[in-house]
């Protein structure tokens, strides 16, 4: 299957660079480019991609206003990309509002060019961009440096069973489904169907939301470790 994707940023040369890149791919197709959040909303809402890189910082609307547009659309409107939050620097708030409204993930601008169309791929299969040490380094600061939620998420664990919990404390600590069923003894699959029932129950949208997740119910600490 063909991954359609929109990139949308201010800068012309980074669109064409990423373009370029990716359309020379066989299982990847650009079907639309725009240069602020404005226009990247309305050029995702009719070319329906699977994916979305957005960068961050843009004139007319930015990344963030225009993730939450995409992921949070209006009565009528189906379409829901996945989106990929494109960054110059390692540590930006607005990234993180984004994984709460719903993005993937967030790269560097400046990753290597294997990275970025690796993103796009796992961001397209329904994962959460969250391997590196520093997407975990920076949410863990994230939900440490800012206030609790007015609604304890602690409370809504309750709905869970131990071992769904433990799953979720591993995805959290940034396992991967292979590295959870190893450390847990389980199937793969059984793996997989306890984080599709942790999602469920939680009412998150994916990885990216319940790594937040789990960080503000107090179920893993920064600075922890598998």
């Given at each position: 299957?063909?991954?359609?994707?929109?990139?949308?940023?201010?800068?012309?040369?980074?669109?064409?660079?990423?373009?370029?890149?990716?359309?020379a791919q066989a299982d990847i197709d650009v079907v639309g480019e725009a240069p602020d959040g404005r226009q990247g909303?309305?050029?995702?809402?009719s070319a329906h991609p699977d994916v979305v890189l957005m960068d961050v910082r843009m004139p007319e609307m930015d990344g963030l206003t225009?993730?939450?547009?995409?992921?949070?659309?209006?009565?009528?409107?189906v379409h829901?990309?996945?989106v990929l939050m494109l960054t110059t620097f390692d540590i930006d708030d607005y990234v993180y509002e984004a994984l709460r409204a719903g993005a993937s993930g967030f790269l560097l601008k400046d990753a290597p060019p294997a990275d970025l169309i690796?993103?796009?791929?796992?961001?397209?299969?329904?994962?959460?961009?969250l391997a590196p040490s520093v997407t975990r380094r920076l949410i863990a600061d994230f939900v440490q440096q800012r206030?609790?939620?007015r609604k304890d998420p602690s409370l809504r664990l309750k709905?869970?069973?131990?071992?769904?919990?433990?799953?979720?404390?591993?995805?959290?600590?940034?396992?991967?489904?292979?590295?959870i069923a190893a450390h847990l003894v389980l199937a793969e699959q059984t793996v997989k169907t306890h984080i599709g029932r942790v999602l469920a129950k939680l009412d998150l949208r994916d990885r990216a939301q319940a790594v937040i997740f789990a960080y503000e119910a107090g179920l893993v600490r920064p600075g922890d470790s598998a």
């Open positions: 299957m063909t991954i359609r994707v929109v990139i949308v940023d201010d800068q012309a040369m980074v669109r064409a660079g990423f373009a370029a890149l990716l359309s909303v309305q050029v995702s809402r225009a993730a939450r547009e995409l992921l949070d659309p209006p009565p009528g409107v829901r990309p996945r690796a993103a796009v791929r796992v961001v397209a299969s329904g994962e959460a961009l206030p609790a939620p709905g869970l069973t131990p071992r769904e919990t433990e799953v979720l404390e591993l995805i959290a600590r940034g396992l991967s489904n292979q590295e």
